[in-house]
């Protein structure tokens, strides 16, 4: 039996060729910042394949998403760890970021412009 959608990895690498003239056009400094976003949408490509999507698009996406998620969390429990430290606590001490409470941005009272 064939598949009737190309495999997931097959669509990043079409995605990747689709996006190469941008690449080119990006300053040299912002070259690598790119490719580690195709490297990184690579990173979740066995979910992906599994879930055999028709846009793949749309799961490169997630993908990149996810491996920001990932990267934020890190980071969070980073900088947890970090400031436990500084005040005086241990290290395994710190708050996990699944455990803390992550404020969601203010948004500006509604004006009567809104209604």
């Known amino acids: 039996m064939g598949r009737t959608n190309p495999t997931y990895r097959d669509a990043i690498g079409r995605i990747e ?6 690449r080119r056009a990006l300053r ?4 690598s910042d790119f490719d580690r976003l195709f490297d990184r949408a690579r990173d979740f490509a066995d979910a992906a394949g599994y879930a055999n ?3 793949p698009e749309r ?3 997630l993908s990149l998403l996810l491996t920001h998620e990932v990267e934020l969390r890190r ?4 900088l947890a760890a970090r400031e436990n430290a500084a005040s005086g ?5 710190a708050v996990s970021p699944d455990d803390a ?3 969601p941005v203010s948004q500006p009272d509604a004006t009567e412009d809104d209604e």
Do not use: H, K
């Open 28 to 31: 040299r400094e912002y070259q």
């Open 101 to 103: 409470t992550v404020s």
């Open 53 to 55: 999507p028709p846009a």
């Open 17 to 22: 060729s689709d996006w190469r003239p941008m």
């Open 59 to 61: 799961a490169f996406l």
């Open 89 to 93: 606590g241990r290290v395994e001490d």
């Open 75 to 78: 980071l969070r429990t980073e």
